[in-house]
């Protein structure tokens, strides 16, 4: 019989600042550049050069800290990481060892459809340090040269390391995508995984409901993880693979230290890195180059009064002002602000946020997804999709022709006046309705008789003839005034 | 002419009663005459420095303004970087390393108008107090030139003794201007650490390493410091704050002059006769008006411990990069990798598993036999302490312990200095020695930094000026002795004064040796 267990998983989430220039140099940190153009002195390494330090990349730092809820310390410093490795052109890594920029904030993650109840991920630190170089592994010519590439080295890095509070793939997950979301509103990195600017390490490690109390099983960190599917997905399968390895040879975390496995995703599965690289001694210790770095509480009081409203107020904003489900801000926030700002314009200016949350949600989203457009190629405006929304919203025309006038105006890039003459669609008027359904109701006596037996969805065969008399017959109107007839006759 | 000071050959050439191409001409003959002897020098470019004289001159003739060195020639000690032209560090890891830059020192002395005549020996990365650590060649002192001209920056003082150079620049981390300025009987000045941009220097120890001034006078000194002092946005440990005009401020007289005599610096280990030369110098001041006072540093005791962790923990650091990668030395690969081949084989036949699984991957050996290669004994030597002093587990014992020190040492400077302008005493304990004399005994050799490391763990100024020769009786020839002055940080211009004082009433600073 097996045992229960919960999964335990802390990331560590490495994000590339969206500064113009390096973390000590004035070198581009432009992604795709010819191998070896974007390199000076400093960040190759050449004798005699120092670095200097990038204020713009420490403030998207300090912003993003501040955005995770961490404490700032008003004194840190720049410490060296020291390994060899050919894409590390100096024989060390600046970064920040004992005294981060920031520690001890928290990041809150909920799910609107509800598979976890909201909770806060802590983060440890979160600290700057200098990208490495690539390495690149040219095997044409049967020759297996490895080629260096140092463009990247010296981009500046913000390593956000999680505790290792979140106890599902799926929170993880969420995790993931609430920080990106929250990083991308900061506008401080782009966030683009296939060009790495945003790289995620996981921990992770399962507690087991053992007969005498809770077993963990010795943690691991994966790496290669180079979306946030191959998180889930390895994620899930470490959990297996620790719980089968449990129950073959009994190893806990007391008696095997943490190891590094590296996720193969066509495999679906994890395999050990090499040894020597879990056991290195990082020799870190103060870059004597740099100074360390102090920030009056003032400026952190400065920074955090300029931030902008952050995905989690806005999505509760949205709930309160406009009166829509968490799912439906969810997914509005989730689209970036362009499109929140839209959606706020649709909503105000039809006066209906409800109807308008549907709309944005449902037909827009469709067709940005169908057209594989954005939403500043979507051809209506705001103000233009309001106008319609407030004709829905105000009787003025039922929901399956609102949607033909939609699909118009997106077509022909009209407005909803232009469309519904178009389609010729216009309000009947009350008296005309009203004769259509009295000639119904006295050509269908059996339709009648059906009703009057009780058998109410009857009255749809009428809705159909209606339709045929006059397109813009209301269905809801002729129901309503069909039934009404009904009811009156003896 | 070339017995005559800098500031002396510059007021020359400014009324254009010397022009700057037969002054640098000059001291090329001097050093084709007498480098073979003394080997001050790792590279001379005669033909660069004249076109470069003639260019200065030509400028002058037309009336244009001229840079503050306005064509003197100056030495540089072979750790600057120089843009396209060689600069080794005295390693053989960096033989034919040629910058794609020039420090900030370099560009100064460019801007200001001066010819750069060569690049100097050294020890290898600047570790070692007699250049017998250059991967080349053993520089002489001139006085004998079966002596050491003291270390590192030995080349940078011995061309001056050979006036073979008017003007030299050296790097200071534990002692290496002062002490081959003391052995030399030449000036030379450690600036406080931060006042002279390092951007471009080769960093042996970070935190300690500080470029300075090597001249005949003190003036000589001040002119040149004038011009390498100063902020760069490029150096993020260089203080930014103005630099006085040294030059201007020399020759004020001091009132009420106060100096400290550090108790701890008269102990065992002293040569007797440069204490007398040192306690001769003290009269001096003291005929010029100056009180002296008992003084201690009583955590200097710990200074050579403190140093020998910290300059060796920042050198494994820094030198990391010397692996045969990216640029400098690297080992025969078709070498390398036939004899990885043959170790493979020679463990598969044996079927030693254990021995293949630890067998290098190409890569690894190819940093091991580069770096064994490329290093001389005593730069392996640092790089092992400091790398085992920053290892897990020790880095709390040794390297943060050192930093603590450090800071207390300091508090005896600032405690010091709140009852004296300055602190004198010996440069170095004992006269030059011979060369192989101490090459066998590293620890002989780190005791010559004694008395100098302090300044450069607190960052103070330093200076050391020459105050008298030993009679010859036990050396054989006269040799010179240096006096070291300490000053608060960012002092310069009131030690320059102090230095220049002495040579007021002195004339040691005149004597040469005979070539
Ligand atoms: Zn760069």
Redo the contacts between chains.
């Keep these: 019989m097996p045992h229960s267990y919960d999964l335990i998983v802390g990331l560590e989430v490495h994000v590339q600042l969206q500064t113009k220039s390096k973390l000590f140099c004035r070198c581009s940190t432009k992604f795709g550049g010819p191998p070896n153009t974007q390199t000076c002195p400093v960040c190759i390494g050449m004798p005699g050069s120092l670095p200097v330090m990038n204020r713009e990349a420490f403030r998207l730092g300090l912003k993003t800290a501040i955005a995770l809820n961490c404490e700032i310390p008003q004194f840190t410093k720049w410490d060296r990481k020291q390994y060899y490795y050919p894409d590390l052109p100096k024989g060390y890594q600046i970064s920040q060892y004992d005294l981060p920029m920031s520690q001890n904030g928290w990041l809150e993650i909920s799910d609107p459809k509800k598979e976890f109840a909201a909770k806060r991920i802590g983060i440890i630190r979160a600290h700057l340090e200098e990208d490495a170089g690539k390495s690149l592994h040219d095997e044409e010519h049967g020759k297996a040269d490895t080629r260096i590439d140092l463009n990247r080295t010296g981009t500046p890095l913000l390593e956000i390391v999680s505790a290792p509070d979140m106890r599902s793939t799926k929170e993880a997950r969420v995790y993931l995508t609430q920080l990106r979301l929250m990083l991308l509103y900061l506008g401080v990195s782009d966030c683009n995984m296939q060009e790495g600017s945003l790289r995620v390490d996981a921990n992770v490690n399962i507690h087991i409901q053992g007969p005498s109390g809770k077993i963990a099983t010795p943690i691991v960190e994966v790496k290669n993880l180079n979306s946030f599917r191959h998180v889930e997905r390895a994620l899930a399968y470490e959990a297996k693979r620790q719980y089968d390895v449990w129950e073959e040879t009994g190893r806990t975390i007391k008696d095997y230290p943490k190891q590094t496995r590296g996720w193969d995703d066509a495999a679906g599965t994890t395999l050990p890195q090499r040894e020597k690289e879990e056991s290195a001694d990082y020799r870190y210790f103060p870059d004597p180059d740099l100074v360390p770095v102090i920030t009056p509480k003032a400026e952190v009081e400065e920074v955090r009064s300029g931030l902008v409203e952050l995905p989690a107020a806005i999505r509760s904003r949205l709930e309160k002002t406009y009166g829509i489900s968490d799912y439906d801000s969810d997914v509005i926030v989730l689209q970036g602000l362009p499109f929140v700002a839209y959606f706020e314009e649709v909503a105000k200016l039809s006066g209906d946020g409800k109807k308008a949350s549907n709309w944005v949600t449902q037909e827009l989203l469709r067709i940005l997804n169908d057209q594989s457009i954005t939403l500043e190629q979507f051809p209506l405006t705001a103000p233009q999709l309001a106008n319609l929304v407030k004709l829905v919203a105000g009787g003025e025309i039922e929901i399956t022709r609102a949607k033909e006038v939609f699909n118009d105006m997106v077509a022909n890039r009209r407005d909803a006046a232009a469309a519904m003459s178009a389609l010729g669609i216009a309000k009947v008027d009350s008296s005309e309705l009203e004769n259509i359904c009295k000639e119904l109701v006295a050509a269908n006596p059996k339709i009648v008789a059906d009703v009057k037996a009780g058998k109410q969805q009857a009255i749809g065969a009428l809705l159909g003839q209606a339709k045929k008399r006059n397109p813009n017959a209301n269905p809801n109107e002729v129901r309503r005034i069909c039934l009404e007839l009904i009811a009156k006759m003896p | 002419m070339l017995a005559r000071s800098a500031t002396d050959l510059l007021r020359d050439l400014s009324v254009r009663k010397l022009s700057s191409v037969e002054l640098t001409q000059a001291y090329l003959d001097q050093i084709k005459l007498y480098d073979g002897q003394v080997k001050a020098f790792l590279h001379v470019d005669p033909a660069a420095a004249l076109a470069r004289a003639k260019e200065i001159d030509d400028r002058r003739a037309a009336g244009k303004p001229m840079g503050k060195l306005g064509g003197l020639p100056v030495a540089i000690k072979d750790v ?2 120089t843009k396209g032209q060689k ?1 080794t ?1 005295g390693s053989k890891m ?1 033989e034919n ?1 040629v ?3 020039d ?1 900030t020192v370099v560009k100064r002395l460019k801007e200001a108008d001066a010819v750069l005549i060569g690049k100097t020996n050294m020890d290898e990365f600047a570790m070692g107090g007699s250049t017998e650590n250059s991967a080349f060649f053993k520089t002489t002192n001139p006085w004998d030139k079966s002596r050491v001209p003291g270390g590192s920056s030995g080349g940078a003082a011995a061309c001056l003794a050979a006036s073979m150079a008017p003007l030299s620049i050296g790097t200071d981390t534990g002692g290496s201007i002062r002490q081959p300025a003391a052995f030399c009987g030449v000036t030379g000045l450690k600036p406080t650490y931060g006042r002279v941009s ?6 042996f ?3 300690l390493d500080q470029i300075g001034p090597m001249a005949a006078t003190a003036e000589d000194a001040a002119l040149l410091l004038e011009v390498l002092a100063g902020h760069d ?5 260089s203080a930014n704050i103005p630099t006085p005009e040294y030059t201007k401020s020399l020759s004020q007289p001091f009132q009420g002059l106060k100096l400290g005599l550090v108790k701890e610096h008269f102990g065992p280990g002293l040569d007797p006769e440069v204490e007398a030369a040192v306690r001769e110098a003290v009269k001096v001041y003291q005929s010029l008006g100056a009180t002296v006072k008992d003084i201690s540093l009583p955590h200097s005791k710990y200074g050579i411990a403190t140093y020998y962790i910290i300059a060796p ?2 050198a ?2 820094n ?3 010397y ?1 045969g ?4 030395y690297r080992t025969d690969e078709k070498q390398m990798l036939a004899e990885l081949a043959a170790e493979r084989k020679s463990l598969e036949a044996k079927q030693d598993e254990k021995g293949l699984k630890n067998l290098d991957t190409a ?1 690894i050996r190819l ?1 091991r036999k580069t770096r064994a290669e490329g290093f001389g004994p005593e730069v392996k030597r640092r790089i092992m302490l400091g ?1 085992y002093a ?3 587990g020790y ?1 709390d014992k040794y ?1 943060l312990q050192a930093l603590k020190v450090r800071r207390l040492i300091r508090s005896d400077y600032d405690a010091a200095f709140q009852e004296v302008d300055f602190i004198i005493g010996p440069t170095a304990p004992n006269p030059p020695f011979k060369i192989g004399e101490k090459s066998g005994d590293p620890l002989a050799m780190y005791l010559e930094d004694l008395y100098t490391v302090t300044a450069n763990l607190a960052g103070i100024a330093g200076i050391s000026i020459p105050c008298g020769l030993t009679s010859g009786k036990t050396t054989g020839s006269p040799l010179p002795i240096g006096l070291q002055i300490q000053a608060r940080p960012f002092d310069e211009d009131r030690l320059l004064r102090a230095a220049a004082m002495f040579q007021r009433g002195t004339d040691w600073h005149t004597k040469r040796p005979n070539l």
């Design positions: 600057i970087c600069t560090c960096l390393f910058p794609p830059y420090a390092r951007y471009g220097l080769v960093a120890a970070s935190s946005p490029l150096d993020s440990t923990s920042e494994s650091s030198l990391a990069r692996d990668v990216h640029y400098g890569l940093y790398t920053l290892s897990a880095a390297y």
